[in-house]
């Protein structure tokens, strides 16, 4: 399968996905750590992808969304941003509401 099908599944397949460097228990680095423990924070479930464990998805997720860091977080298939977005949102209380309606959407589907 196509690295971009592949990323494109994973995207629309998951209500709420982290690409980061690392997993949420071991992260590789202090942004998708910070990511990690916002969406953590906000208790709902959530997929990750290791793009250090994947070299294509590494190389192709920028062009994916147009967007060129890690980690990345998509909601409901969405691009919603990198690290200092995610934890301004959580700050705000944006991210838990975001990601709780997520998670539902998804359950109820």
Not at 34 to 41: E, F, I, N, P, T
Not at 46 to 56: I, K, Q, R, T
Request: proline share 6%.
């Amino acid at each position: 399968m196509d690295v971009m099908e592949r990323i494109k599944q994973q995207v629309e397949g998951n209500p709420i996905v982290l690409y980061m460097k690392g997993t949420p228990q071991m992260p590789q680095c202090g942004f998708s750590s910070r990511a990690a423990q916002a969406l953590q924070a906000c208790g709902v479930e959530f997929a990750h992808v290791n793009v250090l464990a994947d070299p294509e998805i590494f190389e192709n997720l920028p062009r994916y969304a147009d967007w060129p860091t890690f980690p990345q977080l998509y909601i409901g298939g969405e691009l919603v941003g990198g690290c200092d977005i995610t934890l301004e949102l959580y700050q705000k209380g944006e991210l838990q509401s975001m990601t709780k309606a997520a998670a539902q959407k998804a359950k109820a589907s």
